[in-house]
């Protein structure tokens, strides 16, 4: 399988811990976007990064929200002290630039008790 | 107002029509437009994009493009229960990269 895969697929944790999910994109794409998906709404653009540089992140993203894409290749994004409120789908996406194409991976179920 | 709309739905359209989804968008420099598919439960799967005023046509869908309307559309013909699903409109901001997601419409084919 070639396409953006993340893990895990799910993750069930209590008010006040800390995750961490992980994107492999699609082989030799360089920009890579992390959304979140609440039920009833599109995605939401949180951060995105070209090649190992993230070049935006959202003004909605909280200071406990931290990604990083340390060698170009997979990226990782951190939620600390979860909240009930980060219960979501996070979402990854990956393009190789030019028309923008971005293609998602399947996601990861946060449900925070 | 909010930068893309679409109409939530459901819309419900018999096997075998033609289903038709709207969606208008307030950024007037956007340049690329994409329709996402998402079933439930699911992530969204990219299913057109279209760059140039006018229409695009793959298979069964077709997008249409209005800049100076601010107007992006996407067309199923001979619908099937398979394509039940909430279809996503994303504009590309112009000045970054990222998309922006509409809400989507549910679309509900009945045998």
């Known amino acids: 399988d070639t396409g953006v895969s993340q893990d895990p697929r799910h993750k069930i944790t209590k008010r006040g811990q800390n995750v961490t999910f992980r994107c492999d994109p699609i082989s030799e794409h360089n920009r890579l976007y992390w959304y979140r998906q609440t039920l009833g709404q599109g995605p939401e653009f949180l951060t995105y990064?070209?090649?190992?540089?993230?070049?935006?992140k959202s003004r909605l993203l909280s200071d406990r929200f931290s990604a990083e894409r340390p060698k170009g290749s997979f990226s990782t994004l951190e939620i600390q002290r979860t909240e009930q409120g980060d219960s979501a789908m996070y979402l990854c996406a990956s393009t190789s630039g030019g028309n923008n194409e971005q293609f998602f991976g399947p996601g990861t179920r946060l449900t925070v008790l | 107002q909010k930068e893309v709309e679409q109409n939530s739905g459901p819309l419900s359209v018999p096997e075998g029509a033609i289903a038709s989804l709207n969606c208008t968008y307030s950024?007037?420099?956007?340049?690329?437009f994409f329709w996402y598919r998402q079933y439930s439960g699911k992530s969204p799967e990219l299913i057109m994009s279209i760059y140039s005023n006018g229409d695009k046509e793959d298979g069964r869908f077709t997008a249409q493009l209005n800049k100076a309307s601010q107007y992006v559309s996407l067309l199923i013909r001979d619908s099937q229960p398979s394509d039940s699903a909430t279809y996503l409109c994303?504009?590309?901001?112009?000045?970054?990269?990222?998309?922006?997601f509409g809400t989507g419409t549910r679309l509900q084919v009945f045998p």
């Open positions: 990064f070209q090649n190992e540089a993230q070049l935006e």
């Open positions: 950024d007037r420099v956007s340049q690329s």
């Open positions: 994303a504009p590309r901001s112009y000045n970054t990269d990222k998309l922006i």
